[in-house]
């Protein structure tokens, strides 16, 4: 997926439409390329923002706290098991990503949406919630910590980037992920509590691309937009 030709086509997306990108699965850096270049697009032409949903192969990534304390394995065994180390210019402490677990980068030009990175985090708080509501399952927020917990476990966590009020970064949250990959860090540095998913709690496997369009529909309902997907 090159950032030159997907700008090229969001150009024909009318102005109050944001684009919906869905590249699959990709690497962690590759994505951060892709969100660096459409930023810059987003910043420059004065949009509203671009919406991309995806997976990631297996890597865990450090916040710009650049803190390795929370990483129980060794960068040696992890490489050994095709797991990644990566580095990130987001907020927050280590976590992980990979296959099932559903990671979302709201660009977004906050000019358009208060100028409030508070208000912008809780309104990302409040799509997960909702989308979480699709599924019977009732988050919450907890106090001092960014993210949506679920009783005493975390299923979905916040880290993001502002620069010139255009964000990147954004939100992932456990869909059908092998949990056990948590095992190699204290993820987000919370040891109380624990990682947990959608398909864990409701005991079944579940559709990657169902929870989704539950991602866009609570997008829409909570940033009062429309959206389009954008044809790969």
């Not at 684009?19 to 699959?24: A, R, S």
């Not at 990631?56 to 040696?76: M, Q």
Request: charged share 20%; proline share 4%; hydrophobic share 40%.
């Amino acid at each position: 997926m090159d950032p030159e030709s997907l700008k090229t086509v969001i150009a024909n997306f009318p102005r109050q439409v944001v684009p919906v990108i869905d590249p699959g699965i990709i690497s962690y850096n590759k994505a951060f390329y892709i969100q660096s270049v459409l930023a810059e697009d987003i910043r420059d032409k004065g949009s509203l923002g671009i919406i991309m949903l995806l997976e990631h192969e297996p890597v865990i990534t450090i916040g710009s706290n650049r803190s390795k304390v929370n990483l129980v394995t060794s960068e040696k065994m992890l490489s050994g098991l095709g797991i990644e180390l990566a580095g990130s210019d987001r907020g927050g402490d280590i976590t992980l990503h990979a296959p099932g677990q559903i990671v979302c980068y709201p660009i977004f030009n906050l000019a358009f949406f208060g100028k409030d990175l508070s208000l912008f985090v809780y309104n990302l708080e409040q799509v997960i919630l909702d989308t979480l509501d699709a599924f019977g399952l009732k988050g919450r927020r907890v106090e001092k910590h960014r993210g949506i917990f679920i009783g005493d476990k975390k299923i979905a966590s916040i880290g993001l980037r502002v620069r010139k009020w255009v964000s990147i970064h954004g939100f992932s949250l456990n869909a059908d992920i092998d949990l056990s990959y948590f095992r190699h860090i204290i993820a987000c540095g919370l040891r109380d509590y624990p990682q947990t998913s959608i398909s864990s709690l409701l005991g079944k496997n579940i559709d990657i691309n169902y929870v989704k369009e539950q991602i866009i529909k609570s997008f829409e309902a909570v940033f009062d937009i429309s959206t389009g997907r954008v044809d790969p």
